[in-house]
């Protein structure tokens, strides 16, 4: 009885001592590990209860998602992280993936939330199944472009188009919102992509992640989406000289 009692004690304060660890890393409350068995060394977390954190009134928030929705959700989660390599997600500071749903910044819907300074990316699982794949990718780029801001020149960026084109000075401040892909392309991939710079390329970077064959036949009569596609490849391969696109 008293071995079971010592035992018991030790699992609780093993799971305290490990969940304070977990917050003093992420800075992100309520998390317990989910997998931490991934080839590229990325640990994944979820939320074990909602939480809210950010710099300005706990800004992000987000809730905790079902074992079933994690369960449909987590091995396309991994699929496409897995394409990273360790080096590169070291490089671009990416070491722990957080698990929610509902997830909501100023009470605005996001797909995903990242923050290179904590190693942190947050994931919403029911995001719109129709571009969660590509929201993944999207999201990862946000951590290269600010783990490297000095290569991902937004005014380099935006002399690709055309002059009199004028982005929003926020994502949020737009109404540019469609994120399907756009067939007459004139230099941007989704009606999103025309929102800012920075979510120009994250939405170039995920097309070239998921669906870069489409993309190629797109942008060959496009010398805009074609130079900006260049851009990218030409940036992230100074960041990792054999990443891989496809």
């Keep these: 009885m008293k071995l079971i009692i010592i035992t018991f004690l030790f699992i609780n304060i093993y799971s305290s001592v490990y969940s304070n660890t977990i917050y003093y890393l992420t800075k992100i409350p309520n998390l317990k590990v989910h997998d931490l068995n991934s080839s590229n060394g990325i640990k994944y977390l979820k939320a074990e209860k909602s939480f809210k954190v950010g710099i300005v009134e706990n ?101 690709f188009n055309i002059i009199d084109f004028q982005y929003a000075e926020c994502s949020t401040c737009s109404n540019r919102s469609d994120l399907s892909l756009i067939q007459d392309s004139n230099g941007f991939i989704t009606e999103y992509s025309m929102s800012t710079a920075s979510e120009d390329m994250a939405e170039v970077f995920s097309f070239m992640m998921t669906d870069m064959d489409n993309l190629s036949i797109i942008s060959q009569d496009d010398s805009i989406l074609n130079n900006k596609i260049n851009f990218i490849i030409s940036e992230i391969r100074k960041i990792d000289n054999n990443f891989k696109f496809k």
């Design 59 to 159: 800004n992000v928030q987000c809730n905790k998602p079902s074992e079933n929705d994690i369960k449909n959700k987590f091995k396309i989660i991994k699929k496409n992280l897995e394409r990273y390599e360790k080096v590169f997600l070291e490089k671009i500071n990416l070491k722990y993936v957080v698990l929610c749903e509902n997830l909501k910044v100023s009470n605005i819907k996001t797909a995903g939330v990242p923050n290179h300074k904590v190693k942190t990316l947050i994931i919403d699982i029911k995001s719109d199944p129709r571009y969660f794949e590509r929201s993944i990718h999207h999201e990862l780029f946000h951590m290269a472009d600010g783990s490297y801001d000095n290569l991902f020149s937004y005014d380099k960026w935006e002399k």
